[in-house]
């Protein structure tokens, strides 16, 4: 006969609490993302974490274990945030400048956001007393999305469109040719100006045919 007493609510892995613990850890993230922004990894400390948290801070402690695990979970979280509002376009219909284009005017776009702007700012003014913390910030943003681009154009290479020897190091310039120096003067308060960096990308795309297309005539 069975037992009519109810049982607790447990998840599928049979660990109770976990849907609890992990809602504590993304309000300690969003809260840890609010005050090292705000304030800088120096001025923000455990304590103030866990209080806009709504948690205590031995919780704080046995999540993460030190401050600077803390900030690297923030970091990467944000990251992660930035990356869903920009993605290597998969690859649309249309001609490799038209492409291009496409993927020029994602990235652009992206980095000309105020948030990422404010984010890059503050990145940098840590870094300069933590170079940890430009590391963490190079390996869960920038690199991972070099990677994808240069996955993208190793994608075309092997499909014959490009003739690509560094795929790597081609991801590296179309991004940079795609700024500009656009990028450095955001970052130094200069307003976004969009026809320049429409001209800028259409440069890029046509610099990148030139050097890397297949159909290109200067390649024939």
Known sequence: MSSSKSKPNTPADGRPGRPADETKRAAIIEAAIASFLDQGF???SIEQVAAQAGVSKVT?????????????????????????NFAVPAV?????????????????????????VQFERRIAAETEHEPAIGAAFLAAGPHRMKGAFTAFLTAMNAAGEVRIADPELAAEQFASMCKGMGDLERRFGAPDDPARNRQRIEGAVEVFCRAYGVDHPDRN
Request: net charge neutral; with cysteine.
């Open 42 to 44: 120096a001025a923000t």
């Open 60 to 84: 704080v402690y046995s999540h993460f274990g030190d401050k600077r695990s803390l900030f690297t979970a923030a970091i990467e979280s944000e990251c992660e945030r930035m990356r869903a």
């Open 92 to 116: 649309p219909a249309g001609t490799l400048r038209e492409r291009l284009a496409v993927i020029g005017e994602a990235m652009v776009a992206f980095l000309s956001r105020p948030e990422m």
